[in-house]
């Protein structure tokens, strides 16, 4: 079947609801591994599954109804006692589950799935029998002795489903062949399944998904609002009239100043329960990653249970999509580099299963994540040893970093501690990736750890992006809006406390020696005086003061970006209530032309 023209909405709810529906199953999988006899649990796998098997069946996805058939016998087989759980058999599952999931990126991408491996389903059939399933397959996490982490992406990326083809047909394979470039050759034994895994990919690098689920009482309050704007707006058009007949007596007067006041307290709420309606919880994203942690665990050797807490913590629904690597990059990088090896774990002392903890939570306007492990923890002295080693800092750089300072070079582009390069890491991008982009949220990493205890990642971000809480200061009588984020406090300068270290102007704050960068000079403007106040601002890497003229206020700034042309170190704009706009500066970017405040070359304050 070729011509799903009217069904395009159709096959959009199939997906949305049959993805979440396997990363449920994935989930529940990993908890039957601990639970092996727990027919709840199984009963539950199978109804999964058999509802994602009779989507595909009205779908007509003849292949996909048919991988599900031969996965679901094996769980109706478990559920009614005719087969034992295996490591084997969960290997088969578990690869089974992860070629239904990149059916569905064939789906998603406007393509009908054609069969899976042939020797997955000759598994299948033969595990049902009771047989034991061919090594090549059965082996963790997927069907070959190397670790597809490709693959393995694409399952924790596979729910940013893109919306079906704008003709509303789906293309057979020999179809696609003809309009498209042939796949690359597959380097496992199943090659289909690493086809549709890049096709996949593709579709989501070009398309994110545009539907969100919103609960029905917000927008009910959205409308019940609307509703109140609109009589608001009736009485001032009434007393507007009034006022330009000459009746501008007290009580006149007291009305308006009561409707504007009301106006403005409904449109604040109303844009509050706006922003509500792009608030997901978390929990969506966070039931992908115990699949993830399960295989690289079984992969490596390692007995690691990842524990998920504030779930129902809600975040901004742009900013689940954007947090999607970070937090596959942290767990990876806890199961790999945090926890030890069982025989490590009982030369310590230690249990042999490790714990990673996946949590969310809210703190003021703000959500912090927290992945934690109870590994060996980092070493402060060795960090700094290999950074020096890898020339990412110098060795007198590396005698003035407290141990705070030194668990930030982790996220240093190049870092790794690892000797050998491997599938999982040792090539030093993954935790680049996680500042990266944890940055272009507006949001901090701050990294705790004790040898032998553990580590622990917290994660700060605004509640939403499409609000950014700014500093408004002035250079003459031109405002700058900086992120509230990044500012710590404001403060005078003196200027007979400025002093010069290395050629840079610094100040002492509290024992602390900070730099002194003029904001005048970062944006290349003229410097005919001292700056009168400084803004000690703190990114990931380290504090400095910022140097300014005055300040015109806080104010919530609505961002509006900057798509066709967007100025060096500018991350968009703002309308204040004035009507002017004001530039939302991009310090990040503004201070990497200085080499990160590192010998700098900004003109000596002293001679301004």
Same mark, same amino acid.
């Given at each position: 079947m070729s011509d799903f023209a009217g069904m395009e909405d159709l096959l959009q709810d199939f997906l949305q609801e049959a993805s979440d529906l396997l990363s449920d199953v994935d989930n529940k999988l990993v908890d039957l591994e601990k639970s092996p006899d727990d027919r709840g649990l199984l009963n539950d796998i199978f109804r999964g599954f058999h509802t994602i098997k009779g989507g595909a069946g009205f779908l007509n996805a003849t292949e996909l109804v048919t991988l599900c058939h031969r996965t679901e016998t094996l769980f109706d087989k478990l559920r009614n006692g005719e087969l034992g759980l295996s490591p084997?058999?969960?290997?088969?599952?578990?690869?089974?589950t992860r070629c239904v999931r990149d059916m569905f990126g064939d789906l998603s991408s406007g393509v009908m799935p054609h069969a899976a491996a042939p020797e997955l389903i000759v598994a299948l059939e033969a595990a049902a029998r009771g047989e034991e399933a061919p090594a090549a397959v059965s082996a963790a996490p997927a069907a070959s002795a190397e670790p597809d982490w490709e693959a393995l992406h694409d399952a924790v990326r596979s729910d940013d489903i893109a919306p079906p083809v704008a003709t509303g047909e789906i293309i057979t394979r020999a179809e696609a062949a003809a309009a498209a470039p042939p796949p690359l050759p597959a380097k496992t034994v199943a090659?289909?399944?690493?086809?549709?895994?890049?096709?996949?990919?593709r579709?989501?690098?070009?398309? #994110?998904?545009?539907?969100?689920?919103v609960d029905t009482s917000r927008l009910d309050?959205? =409308?019940? @609002?609307? &509703? +109140?704007?609109?009589?608001?707006k009736n009485r001032l058009t009434s007393l507007r009239a009034d006022i330009l007949a000459g009746k501008n007596d007290s009580e006149t007067l007291h009305a308006l100043d009561q409707?504007?006041?009301q106006l403005d307290l409904m449109v604040s709420d109303l844009q509050n329960a706006v922003m509500k309606t792009r608030m997901?919880?978390?929990?969506?994203?966070?039931?992908?990653?115990? #699949?993830?942690?399960?295989?690289?665990?079984?992969?490596?050797?390692?007995?690691?249970? =990842?524990? @998920?807490? &504030? +779930?129902?913590?809600?975040?901004?629904?742009?900013?689940?999509?954007?947090?999607?690597?970070?937090?596959?990059h942290l767990i990876r990088n806890a199961v790999d580099h945090g926890v030890e090896s069982p025989a490590e774990r009982a030369a310590a002392g230690k249990p042999a299963k490790s714990l990673v903890r996946l949590e969310a939570r809210q703190e003021g306007d703000h959500i912090v994540l927290i992945v934690a492990d109870d590994g060996k923890g980092m070493n402060a002295e060795r960090l700094r040893a290999k950074a020096v080693e890898k020339g990412l800092i110098t060795e007198e750089e590396a005698n003035t970093l407290d141990d705070r300072q030194s668990f930030n070079l982790i996220l240093l582009p190049g870092f790794s501690t690892k000797t050998e390069i491997s599938d999982v890491s040792g090539r030093g991008v993954g935790m680049d990736v996680v500042k990266t982009n944890i940055q272009k949220l507006n949001g901090s990493v701050e990294i705790?750890?004790?040898?032998?205890?553990?580590?622990?990642?917290l994660i700060s971000l605004p509640l939403t992006l499409a609000i950014l809480p700014v500093l408004l200061v002035l250079l003459e009588d031109q405002p700058f809006a900086l992120p509230l984020s990044l500012v710590r406090e404001i403060l005078p300068i003196e200027r007979d406390k400025i002093q010069e270290v290395g050629g840079k102007s610094t100040l002492v704050v509290r024992g602390e020696i900070l730099p002194l960068l003029s904001l005048s000079a970062l944006l290349g403007w003229p410097q005919d005086r001292y700056p009168e106040y400084g803004v000690l601002m703190q990114t990931t890497e380290r504090s400095f003061i910022l140097g300014v003229d005055s300040f015109a206020g806080r104010d919530d700034a609505v961002i509006k970006s900057l798509e066709d042309f967007r100025p060096h170190g500018v991350a968009g704009v703002t309308t204040l209530s004035n009507g002017q706009i004001v530039l939302i500066l991009d310090m990040k970017e503004l201070l990497s032309d200085d080499a990160h405040m590192d010998g700098g070359r900004l003109p000596a304050l002293a001679s301004a």
């Open positions: 084997e058999l969960m290997d088969l599952i578990m690869t089974a090659p289909s399944t690493q086809s549709r895994g890049s096709g996949a990919r579709m989501e690098e070009k398309s #994110r998904e545009t539907t969100i689920r309050q959205v =409308l019940n @609002l609307s &509703g +109140e704007i609109g009589l608001t409707a504007v006041s997901q919880p978390i929990g969506r994203l966070f039931q992908k990653y115990p #699949r993830i942690a399960r295989d690289l665990a079984r992969q490596m050797g390692k007995d690691v249970e =990842l524990v @998920l807490a &504030g +779930e129902e913590t809600e975040v901004d629904k742009t900013m689940i999509e954007d947090l999607s690597d970070p937090l596959v705790r750890s004790e040898p032998g205890k553990g580590s622990v990642f």
